[in-house]
């Protein structure tokens, strides 16, 4: 996480703007460094948390926002590219394939991120 994010989150944070995760130039990730998908998902994972102890430092979740952490799982965390124009969240694929596989948007979505 870049010391810009940290000051952006800090100042949207003291403007009560509740924040979400935009993770771009997925492309990359996936087509030129060739990651594994487990090394792959542990680089998300590991931005995710080092955005929420940035996010916890300057949030108050007993504050008027409430809880301001990111959570894949709760939608507020995107994966695209915005170089080739696509992004998507794991409710976008939940809700794709909920009725597929007859399980709940929110269960899906839970299935679709961690050791599952």
Known sequence: VCVQTETVLRQAI??????ILFMNKMD?????????QEDLFQTFQRIVENVNVIIATYGDDNGPMGELQVD???GTVGF???????AFTLKEFAEMYSSKFKIEVDKLMKRLWGDN
């Open 14 to 19: 003291a403007e009560r703007i509740k924040p």
């Open 80 to 86: 695209g590219a915005g170089l080739h124009g696509w």
């Open 72 to 74: 894949p799982t709760k």
């Open 28 to 36: 990359r990730a996936l087509l030129e460094l060739q990651l594994q």
